[in-house]
């Protein structure tokens, strides 16, 4: 079945940088676009970024566009989120996920704090 785990959460202090994994299997990830989304306590899941099948072409949300890049290792089935000036306000569980598949993982906590 498909199965989406992320990892590469924590603590950071604003300003800094993290690099969140997501890995997949189940499914010919070479196939399908991948995103991520974040939800923050009381707030509804939001949108961050998708990239598709190749890798050739990515789209942000205008709150992390500049900060945030997206990739992926078709070979490593593995999709990931390079996030740089980290700010408080990223504070958040982040999610990957395969739309066209529906599938979710567990998320991993990214924490913004000084």
């Known amino acids: 079945q498909v199965q989406l785990v992320e990892s590469g959460g924590g603590l950071v202090q604003p300003g800094g940088s993290l690099r969140l994994s997501c890995a997949a299997s189940g499914f010919t990830f070479s196939r399908y676009p991948m995103a991520w989304y974040r939800q923050a306590p009381g707030k509804e899941r939001e949108f961050v970024a998708t990239?598709?099948?190749?890798?050739?072409?990515?789209n942000y949300a205008d709150s992390v566009k500049g900060r945030f890049t997206i990739s992926r290792d078709n070979a490593k089935n593995t999709v990931y989120l390079q996030m740089n000036s980290l700010k408080p306000e990223d504070t958040a569980r982040y999610y990957c996920?395969?739309?066209?598949?529906?599938?979710w993982g567990q998320g991993t906590q990214v924490t913004v704090s000084s």
């Open positions: 990239v598709t099948s190749a890798g050739s072409f990515t």
């Open positions: 996920t395969c739309p066209p598949q529906g599938s």
